[in-house]
């Protein structure tokens, strides 16, 4: 190639540039769109439908639980194991709300942090638990294979487990 063909050669720099900016206008349209829908699955699990959360797990997810002396202890392995989990939550008549949520990672292996708060009322109204929680994923084409669970105050769940079986909530049968 001569000098005058490289010289009136254009530049690949607005290419790679138009290219990073599409990147990262995908990656953030994609987190919003993510946040929204783990928003309107939240939204369902408050009013007292699971269905569209477990919807988003994978057949052999593992949800891992802190450990402790109440219902929702340990590791719950499998999307019927979940299921029970679930059940239990919406059962304790919790309510949680999705504060903020990170995703990182290609599609068939995201990771994902999300803040969530939960709190519960016994049926006069009286709060009888709020939590500040952290939850880590890993997802692999849109469905979560592995969450864990971390907890502000592990104790206010033992707390809560005990408030409930006073008030007659038992835990979902296995």
């Given at each position: 190639?001569?000098?005058?063909?490289?010289?009136?050669?254009?530049?690949?720099?607005?290419?790679?540039?138009?290219?990073?900016?599409?990147?990262?206008?995908?990656?953030?349209?994609?987190?919003?769109?993510?946040?929204?829908?783990?928003?309107?699955?939240?939204?369902?699990?408050?009013?007292?439908?699971?269905?569209?959360?477990?919807?988003?797990?994978?057949?052999?997810?593992?949800l891992v639980f802190n450990e402790g002396t109440?219902?929702?202890?340990?590791?719950?392995?499998?999307?019927?194991?979940?299921?029970?989990?679930?059940?239990?939550?919406?059962?304790?008549?919790?309510?949680?709300?999705?504060?903020?949520?990170?995703?990182?990672?290609?599609?068939?292996?995201?990771?994902?942090?999300?803040?969530?708060?939960?709190?519960?009322?016994?049926?006069?109204?009286?709060?009888?638990?709020?939590?500040?929680?952290?939850?880590?994923?890993?997802?692999?084409?849109?469905?979560?294979?592995?969450?864990?669970?971390?907890?502000?105050?592990?104790?206010?769940?033992?707390?809560?487990?005990a408030r409930l079986s006073e008030l007659g909530?038992?835990?979902?049968?296995?």
């Amino acid at each position: 190639m001569s000098r005058v063909e490289r010289e009136n050669r254009p530049s690949p720099l607005p290419i790679i540039a138009a290219g990073a900016l599409g990147a990262v206008a995908t990656r953030s349209l994609l987190r919003r769109v993510l946040l929204l829908k783990l928003r309107h699955d939240v939204r369902s699990l408050n009013a007292g439908d699971y269905r569209p959360l477990l919807a988003g797990y994978a057949e052999e997810a593992v949800l891992v639980f802190n450990e402790g002396t109440h219902r929702w202890a340990g590791e719950h392995r499998g999307k019927a194991a979940i299921e029970r989990f679930l059940r239990d939550f919406v059962a304790a008549g919790i309510k949680g709300e999705v504060i903020d949520a990170f995703f990182f990672g290609p599609p068939w292996r995201m990771s994902l942090i999300v803040r969530f708060d939960d709190e519960a009322h016994s049926h006069d109204g009286e709060e009888i638990y709020r939590n500040r929680t952290l939850l880590l994923g890993v997802a692999r084409w849109g469905k979560i294979v592995l969450q864990q669970d971390f907890y502000e105050d592990t104790e206010r769940i033992a707390a809560l487990d005990a408030r409930l079986s006073e008030l007659g909530i038992a835990p979902v049968a296995a």
